[in-house]
């Protein structure tokens, strides 16, 4: 810093902290008073023959003598704190004083300073006196006295600043091992389930188990893959608790945790997920799932017996509901193997409740009520804890708690999820010899989850999210690994077919049981649309993380654009999700959005003289196509759902088409893109999430989208969109496209400003825009006819949708 202005040293008044100084002293005081009596009526108050004796009365001995020791110390330091402060405070204002006293001869000399906020400390003579020949060397020396002393008051300042913060550092760092969180306090935590919980012991456990949770900082970096480091002592001491708690003990903290303090509940099961986690490490000590209490271990690895009417049966069930009674409600990332088991867990009872309902309500029942090991492990159920009014509806309520429970811990690790998805990974994330990724997703699929598929929705609603991030090398590969597994998954025939028909023949299908698993595939598909039109991934965003999962969608030939297998699979994908209305309605937006953000992209291909304009154009073609035979297999399993065991006809299947094409031509609304393309390797770069939403007009049908003619029109738009066009003079055109602001509107907005049907004079038809978009790229350089051309031959006709044949044959796989 610069020498101070007088300005500057005047802002320095010390005498205002030594109120600080003062109050520290007294609180410095208070402790040291009060830290013998509270150590007192611990150690020499209780009486050890007849009073309190026994492991908890040694643990509350020592931590009563550390307590002594600690504010003991913390009362010396806060008077070394108010010390500091006093002697600062006093070496400031000796060196402001020398400083005003100096300022004061220069004055009594003649001399005053030009200006309080000069960092020079230049002299000038007084008003009113005459200047004489020696005033130049005169004034110089004071300067340069007026400036030492100045530079002498900023060395207090920073001396008392150094002082004060080094006394402060020390606060921090005052807390023993002893009171901080180590194995030792685990153990002495553990120990107090032997005679009970008190309130107190409970409320001193919360705070620990509060405290030993990872910060949002630790928790990112999991997320990114990396490893969370936590202060020494965290992992010992989370090990040494949950190791020393018998199941019954732990089922009693985590049910007088919920009861006492929800937010300790939580952190219970977040440091269950904490201690399991093999990236999380401190202290020379890293936690890991081998580091979980064996009798955990045990549980979360147990697969349903195979005796369906043995007691161990039942006892399976017991332990499955204590171990999502545990882990209930967790928000912290469990380790990559146990976030696998717990998914697995819940995939057996899901798989056993789809193929026997009936033991959604017989085995909730007896797991509680009659278990042996529910019995002698204190099994109790909070949620529903008196069940004679409705006991069918409260014991399938208990089954299906049991299995989000498990699999919301689970699937906060995304890399579980990515090995559930595709059974990469093997024995090293905690997939068993033989996993049988379809099996597993069909049983977790297929069950009918209370609340519409959105907890089995956490394998997948991730996905674009870690899509988004392409220069975090990690999340972008692990979000194509995962997308990729869920890919094949839903694209293989059979597992179409169970997902069109998930009770068999003629039931319902995935978006019918579970919409918001719909919603789910088709968020985690968004990022992905260009490579499912057929397009490299190099040329869309994708980096080579995410490039290696993505190639060869649909087999090993280099033309994957005219891949018949790999568009059937595209199909399907999108016939699946278009089984959900709202998932349907999300892709068919999405598709759109994806088509209006390649056609911006556009402008800057045709002026580099680069063919990616053309790809642009098979990509929007494809993905309209692909679409439109998406919707179309859903109409037709529709169909067949309401009309069993019949034969569907000709007039049917147009009417079926006709049916498709309304829903896809009015689904595709005036997309809210207005141009302002970025890059050609921006495929995949759409802020979804922030959008402007579109505002249908209060009357009549916005005719965006009523033919491929139409389709083409948006595209357009967003091609001269991305020219940045201002107005031409044209006054009607300028009028119908532009803001009073120069602004240009959306296409939504100018197709309802001019909509015949609103009746407001005379309007600008869409033929009419057609014209005037084509006029001005033209005038722009901008040639569209191979553009057009290109869409429409990968397009085809909005009125032709697959037939039922091919449906049969190429979706269903009926050969």
């Known amino acids: 810093m610069p020498t101070p202005a007088r300005s500057d040293v005047d802002m320095w008044r010390p005498h205002q902290m ?33 009073g309190w004796v026994g492991h908890s009365r040694a643990s509350a001995d020592d931590r009563a003598e550390a307590e002594k020791k600690w504010l003991t110390n913390l009362s010396d330091n806060f008077e070394d704190v108010a010390t500091a402060i006093e002697q600062g405070c006093a070496n400031i204002a000796n060196q402001r004083t020398a400083l005003d006293a100096l300022q004061n001869g220069a004055l009594d000399a003649g001399y005053v300073l030009g200006s309080t906020g000069d960092t020079n400390w230049t002299l000038k003579r007084k008003e009113g ?78 705070q620990h188990l509060k405290d030993a949770q ?83 271990k045990d549980i ?182 995962a997308f990729r597994g869920m890919y094949d ?12 028909d998930m009770d068999g023949a003629h039931s319902g299908s995935l978006g019918d049981v579970n919409p918001e698993l719909a919603k789910s595939l088709e968020e985690a598909t968004r990022p992905y649309l260009n490579v499912l039109g057929g397009g490299n991934p190099v040329d869309h965003g994708f980096g080579d993380e995410a490039t290696g999962h993505l190639l060869h969608l649909g087999g090993e030939g280099p033309e994957i654009a005219n891949d018949r297998e790999m568009q059937d699979q595209v199909r399907r994908l999108f016939g699946v999700i278009s089984s959900g209305d709202d998932a349907q309605a999300s892709l068919i937006r999405d598709i759109g959005i994806q088509q209006a953000h390649n ?34 297999a859903d109409q037709l399993d529709d169909w067949h759902d309401k009309n069993p065991g019949n034969d569907i006809d000709d007039d049917t299947v147009n009417n079926l088409k006709s049916n498709t094409k309304d829903i896809v031509t009015k689904g595709l609304d005036a997309v809210p893109v207005v141009g302002g393309a ?39 738009w967003s091609t001269w969109a991305a020219t940045h066009p201002r107005p031409t003079g044209d006054i009607e055109m300028d009028r119908a496209l532009f803001s009073s602001d120069g602004s240009l509107k959306s296409l939504g907005v100018v197709l309802d400003q001019n909509n015949p049907d609103h009746g407001e004079g005379s309007t600008i038809g869409s033929d009419q825009l057609a014209v005037y978009l084509n006029e001005q790229l033209r005038a722009g350089g901008l040639e569209l006819g191979d553009y057009d051309s290109t869409y429409l031959a990968r397009a085809g006709n909005d009125n032709d949708a697959i037939d039922y044949n091919s449906y049969k044959r190429d979706l269903l796989g009926d050969k």
Do not use: C
């Open 18 to 50: 030594l109120p600080v100084a003062a109050s520290l002293r007294a609180v410095a005081g208070s402790l040291e008073a009060k830290s013998g009596p509270i150590r007192n009526a611990v150690v020499s108050d209780i009486d050890r023959v007849t």
């Open 129 to 206: 006196e005459e200047e004489t020949d020696g005033d130049a060397a005169a004034m110089e020396s004071w300067r340069t006295r007026l400036v030492a002393q100045a530079n002498e008051v900023f060395h207090a300042v920073q001396g008392a600043a150094s002082s004060l913060q080094s006394e402060l550092g020390q606060l921090t760092t005052l807390t023993p091992a002893s009171l901080a969180l180590n194995g030792t306090m685990g153990t002495r935590d553990a120990g107090m389930a032997k005679d009970g919980y008190t309130p107190e012991e409970l409320r001193t456990i919360g």
């Open 214 to 296: 990872l910060t949002p900082e630790q928790i990112k970096a999991l997320m990114d893959g990396k490893t969370a480091d936590v202060p020494p002592g965290v992992v010992s001491y989370l090990r040494n608790l949950f190791g020393g708690l018998s199941p019954k003990d732990a089922l009693a903290l985590r049910y007088g945790l919920d009861a006492s303090d929800p937010a300790a509940g939580t952190a219970f099961a977040n440091d269950l997920n904490t201690l399991g986690n093999e990236k999380v490490s401190g202290g020379g000590t890293s936690g890991g799932y081998d580091e979980l209490p064996g009798w955990m």
């Open 300 to 481: 979360v690895g147990e697969r349903i017996p195979g005796d369906r009417g043995s007691d161990e049966f039942a006892n399976y069930f017991a332990r499955s509901f204590a171990l999502g009674q545990l882990f209930n409600g967790a928000t912290t990332q469990p380790g990559t193997k146990l976030g696998t088991q717990l998914e697995l867990k819940s995939a057996d009872l899901a798989e056993l409740a789809r193929s026997n309902p009936q033991y959604q309500t017989a085995m909730s029942d007896l797991l509680v009520q009659h278990s042996m090991w529910g019995e002698a492990n204190g099994l109790a159920d909070p949620a529903h804890p008196d069940v004679s009014d409705n006991p069918a509806a409260a014991f399938k309520d208990r089954y299906d708690d049991t299995m989000r429970s498990l699999l919301n811990a689970g699937a906060l690790n995304h890399e579980s999820s990515t090995a559930i998805l595709t059974g990469h990974g093997g024995a090293d994330v905690g997939l068993p010899a033989g996993y049988d990724s379809n099996r597993t997703l069909q049983s977790l699929y297929g069950f009918h989850w209370e609340d519409r598929g959105t907890t089995v929705g956490h394998l997948t609603d991730w996905i674009d999210d870690y899509a988004g991030d392409q220069g975090n090398s990690y999340r972008a590969g692990l979000s194509a690994d």
């Open 489 to 500: 998954f839903n694209t293989d025939p059979k597992n179409f077919t169970f997902l069109m």
């Open 599 to 632: 056609a911006e992209h556009v402008p800057l291909a045709l002026n580099e003289g680069r063919g990616f304009a053309g790809d642009l154009a098979a990509r929007n073609g494809w993905l309209q196509s692909l679409l439109r035979d998406g919707v179309m």
């Open 678 to 716: 970025l890059s050609l390797g921006a495929g995949i770069g759409i802020d979804w999430a922030s959008l402007p939403q579109h505002e249908a007009g209060d009357s009549g049908n916005i005719p965006t989208h009523v033919s491929v003619n139409d389709t083409l029109l948006e595209q357009h």
